[in-house]
Each structure stands twice: as structure tokens, then as C-alpha cells.
Antibody
Framework: EVQLVESGGGLVQPGGSLRLSCAAS????????MEWARQAPGTGLEWVGR??????????EYAASVKGRFTILRDDSKNSVHLQMNSLKIEDTAVYYC???????????????WGQGIQVTVSS | DIQMTQSPSSLSASIGDRVTITCRAS??????LAWFQQRPGKAPKTLIY???SLPSGVPSKFSGSGSGTDFTLTISSLQPEDFGTYYC?????????FGGGTVVEIK
């Protein structure tokens, strides 16, 4: 069974940093792209970014709203992916989800499996 | 960025009703479209990918269709467990974008 468990959320002041982690199990982590999305209170879903696999040099894509502030890091040896969030803003307050992409030839399908989500609150 | 517009924004239907939700992309996305269900306080769940394919474990009462710019999600016979918010998402080009959601209520 695929499991994705986020951790590391909490309360942080504007301008601060936070690192979210997503522990994966039930599949060969190193073979998959991984995604992050978020949901601000009472609003819809927003894609945050994607991490490709080792075969694609662990390259990443980011939403414009987080580019230059957020970094997705992978640790295939620990079956985990991290979202390093710097220079946090009040508008980054949201529930953050990690998700697994699946290769369904010839394309990667994002968000096939989701974690339970973790709350991040940016406030002074 | 590609804008995804869902309609209606909310609907109320009776048990057993056939329900259809539409999603329109601001430019062509081939069939790179997914649908998700989200119950209050829970993580989203994938219902459809590639516009019409169901992941394993998703009931066949859910179906998707469309290509290019216009897509639909249909629930053939609405059941109490189907309440929640439904989102479409395009993954044809970055940034991936979601529709604004459709809230489904049971009458």
C-alpha cells in the first residue's frame, strides 16, 4: 500500500524558514517523480512544485509564487522528499500535501496518490 | 498560465441522480486532465487521470470524458459518500493548474 506521510509543519514568523518532509513507503521511491501542492484556508488547490527522479537529474519545477524561495530536495536513500521553504510570507499559510506521480507511458501523471497534508501557518 | 474554469461552482442533487461537472481549459491541453474528490478536512483523492482513465479502486460510477479544452466528470448515481468538493487539474504545461472546485451537496 502506498503511504505518504508529511511532517515538519507548524507556526513560523514572516521571513522565517521551515522544512517539510514527506516519508514514502509501499513503492520504489527512487523511480517516481514527486509533487507538492497546497491549500490555503477556505480556498482551492495550488500546485507548488515537482521533483523529477535521478534519471532526470532530480531536476525540479516550481510555481511562480514560490520560485526562488522554495526548494524541493530528495533523499532516495531514506525514501523521502523535502520542501525547504525560505522567506515565508503570510500568504504561504496553507495545508501542504505531497503526492506521488506515476509513469503511465509515455507520460508522467501527477498526484495519483496523496499524503494526508500538514498545516503551515505564517504569522507574527 | 492555463486557466481552468469549472461549472457549476456548487450543486445540490438527490441520491440516485446523475451528476455532471464541466471543466474548461483556456487553451488546448489534449487529454492531460485529472479529477479529484475532496471531502471536508481530508486530502484530495484522484478519481480520473488522462481525462477518462480510472485509477484502481475508484468505483466505475465515476467517468470522465473530453479532450482539448472541454471536459466532464459524471457520477452515474449519486450516493451519500459522494458529497464534497471536486477539482479538475491540467498537467499539460507548467504551472499545473487546478479549477476552482465544484461543491456537491446531497439534497
Amino acid at each position: 500500500e502506498v503511504q505518504l506521510v508529511e511532517s515538519g509543519g507548524g507556526l513560523v514568523q514572516p521571513g522565517g524558514s521551515l522544512r517539510l518532509s514527506c516519508a514514502a513507503s509501499g513503492f520504489t521511491f527512487s523511480d517516481h517523480y514527486m509533487e507538492w501542492a497546497r491549500q490555503a484556508p477556505g480556498t482551492g488547490l495550488e500546485w507548488v512544485g515537482r521533483s523529477r527522479d535521478k534519471a532526470h537529474s532530480y531536476s525540479a519545477e516550481y510555481a511562480a509564487s514560490v520560485k526562488g524561495r522554495f526548494t524541493i530536495l530528495r533523499d532516495d536513500s531514506k525514501n523521502s522528499v523535502h520542501l525547504q521553504m525560505n522567506s515565508l510570507k503570510i500568504e504561504d499559510t496553507a495545508v501542504y500535501y505531497c503526492a506521488r506521480s506515476v509513469f503511465l507511458g509515455p507520460y508522467w501523471v501527477p498526484f495519483v496518490d496523496w499524503g494526508q497534508g500538514i498545516q503551515v501557518t505564517v504569522s507574527s | 498560465d492555463i486557466q481552468m474554469t469549472q461549472s457549476p461552482s456548487s450543486l445540490s442533487a438527490s441520491i440516485g441522480d446523475r451528476v455532471t461537472i464541466t471543466c474548461r481549459a483556456s487553451q488546448g491541453i489534449s487529454n492531460f486532465l485529472a479529477w479529484f474528490q475532496q471531502r471536508p478536512g481530508k486530502a484530495p483523492k484522484t478519481l480520473i487521470y488522462a481525462a477518462s482513465s480510472l485509477p484502481s479502486g475508484v468505483p466505475s460510477k465515476f467517468s470522465g470524458s473530453g479532450s482539448g479544452t472541454d471536459f466532464t466528470l459524471t457520477i452515474s448515481s449519486l450516493q451519500p459518500e459522494d458529497f464534497g468538493t471536486y477539482y479538475c487539474q491540467q498537467y499539460h504545461v507548467y504551472p499545473f493548474t487546478f479549477g476552482g472546485g465544484t461543491v456537491v451537496e446531497i439534497k
